[in-house]
């Protein structure tokens, strides 16, 4: 079975089992302002560090409105912010996040094998490397940043240093098997007094409803299953399906060659009080072109060049980022 059809499927079981109403969605949602949203996927991992605070940080001069990171827990119930399952793509060790301590994931280089331009590349000459070593001291630090800069951070480390910024937080347990870590992340967004300032989603429905038992002040898109529900219930005359409690719809612009985000579905999730943001985009043609559509947000591995697209847009037309 194909990966669509499968979504296909468990969006039908999903679509049975919501309700399906005429009435429009209760329009309390402050995404719905924010809007275009240059939303910087995992720090912008193709202009710096894959889920750093160098990444962060950076993101952030180049004019990234929102740090998008991804969440895993270490063996020892740390959350720490890492793209992958394992460590094995960024840094220069190996293993899975989950069976690593904190201490054994704080050894790593976490910009081992990033290139400016290219991003997690491996096969590069060393020369390429531009940062590797800096978080192991073998590398002096860029002015302004220190050798933590360049490790995998911890959550709270992110909170701790961004506490005015807007975050996307994406939970990736992905194993059955592995601990639950959801309301360990929901008390410590409690903790800095995250809300509405915060979108947490995950392709997992289970991840996304488990962590809105423990906390229902933040923001969050619905997992896969009932983002399939709502993209069913727009197709043709159809006015989308009212998922209540959720401030978002994160999505791909397409799946397996058929659309999902066209201006009947971005229309349809407004109707519905939903704001839409798109990943990962990395081509200035279609960021015009969702931004065209009506879109809310765009995810990026290259915040510089949609800032860029912005800006353009902006001094055309004053209106035109909102």
């Excluded at 020369?127 to 995998?152: K, L, M, S």
């Excluded at 098997?177 to 997992?204: N, W």
């Excluded at 999902?260 to 999730?269: E, I, R, S």
Aim: overall charge negative; hydrophobic content about 40%.
């Amino acid at each position: 079975m194909s990966r669509l059809t499968g979504l296909l499927a468990a969006g039908l079981v999903a679509a049975a089992l919501i309700p399906t109403t005429t009435a429009t969605a209760a329009t309390d949602n402050p995404w719905l302002e924010r809007r275009v949203l240059n939303i910087a996927h995992q720090g912008g991992e193709i202009e710096a560090p894959s889920d750093t605070l160098y990444a962060f940080r950076t993101a952030l001069d180049k004019g990234a409105d929102v740090l998008e990171l991804d969440v895993h827990a270490t063996t020892d119930g740390e959350l720490v912010v890492l793209h992958d399952t394992t460590v094995d793509r960024t840094t220069n060790g190996a293993g899975r996040v989950d069976a690593l301590t904190l201490e054994q994931i704080r050894a790593l280089d976490a910009a081992h094998w990033f290139v400016p331009g290219c991003g997690t590349c491996h096969g590069q000459d060393d020369a390429a490397y531009a940062f590797r070593g800096v978080a192991t001291g073998e590398r002096p630090a860029p002015d302004g940043f220190t050798a933590a800069d360049f490790r995998i951070p911890t959550l709270r480390e992110v909170l701790e240093t961004f506490p005015d910024v807007l975050l996307n937080v994406e939970i990736k347990r992905t194993r059955p098997e592995t601990s639950p870590y959801e309301r360990t992340m929901a008390d410590l967004l409690a903790e800095f007094g995250r809300g509405t300032d915060t979108v947490v989603a995950s392709f997992s429905d289970s991840a996304v409803t488990r962590f809105k038992l423990y906390n229902r002040d933040v923001s969050t898109s619905p997992g896969t299953n009932q983002v399939t529900a709502f993209w069913l219930n727009t197709l043709g005359p159809l006015t989308g399906i009212t998922l209540h409690g959720h401030h978002a719809l994160q999505v791909p612009p397409s799946q397996s060659g058929i659309p999902v985000v066209t201006a009947d579905f971005v229309a349809d999730a407004h109707r519905r009080g939903l704001a839409v943001h798109v990943w990962t985009i990395n081509d200035r043609a279609e960021m015009e072109r969702l931004i065209d559509l009506g879109v809310d947000g765009i995810m990026t591995d290259r915040p510089t060049l949609l800032e860029q697209v912005l800006d353009d847009r902006a001094a055309a037309d004053p209106t035109g980022r909102a």
